[in-house]
């Protein structure tokens, strides 16, 4: 069943609604966060230890879509922020130059952000020496994929 409705006027309705991925404060502020990771400097906020482990079978088709990069361990705010600082270090279109559409991030398309392929682990917490961030674990940058040969 269809959620189109008719207004009452002869415009074309293409099932389309004027909302645009990635402009909400919400998402921004995420944005903002994850780039501040680069410039990560002591803050003395109380950071937990979160360790990140894939849970989902190595011939899920889920990892088709974005690589696994084993078990990482980060310094974050909270479970969901673990996600997104490991999201962080992952390369995303809005840093080459092959966006796939005007102002699309890939960063949201992350295996860590899915629960069905990683689960996120307290080790830690209150830690106020640590700075957010990666602290154990390699994350690949290959997670864009040519799609013109070199």
């Keep these: 069943m269809s959620n189109v409705s008719r207004t009452g006027n002869d415009e074309i309705n293409n099932a389309t609604n004027p909302?645009?991925?990635g402009r909400s404060l919400?998402?921004?502020?995420q944005m903002e966060d994850v780039a501040a990771e680069s410039a990560a400097r002591p803050t003395g906020e109380?950071?937990?230890?979160y360790r990140l482990e894939p849970i989902a079978a190595s011939d899920d088709p889920r990892w088709a879509n974005s690589p696994n990069h084993g078990v990482v361990v980060v310094a974050a705010r909270t479970a969901g922020d673990a996600r997104i600082?490991?999201?962080g270090r992952e390369l995303d279109f809005m840093e080459v130059d092959a966006a796939p559409a005007e102002d699309v991030t890939t960063t949201n398309a992350s295996s860590?952000?899915?629960?069905k392929l990683y689960t996120v682990v307290e080790i830690d917490r209150n830690r106020t020496d640590l700075v957010?961030?990666?602290l154990e674990g390699e994350i690949s940058v290959?997670?864009?994929?040519?799609?013109?040969?070199d």
């Design 112 to 115: 860590f952000r899915d629960d």
């Design 132 to 134: 957010r961030g990666v």
């Design 142 to 149: 290959d997670t864009i994929r040519p799609v013109q040969p």
């Design 26 to 29: 919400e998402s921004k502020a």
């Design 19 to 21: 909302n645009t991925f």
């Design 46 to 49: 109380p950071l937990g230890v």
């Design 85 to 87: 600082v490991a999201a």
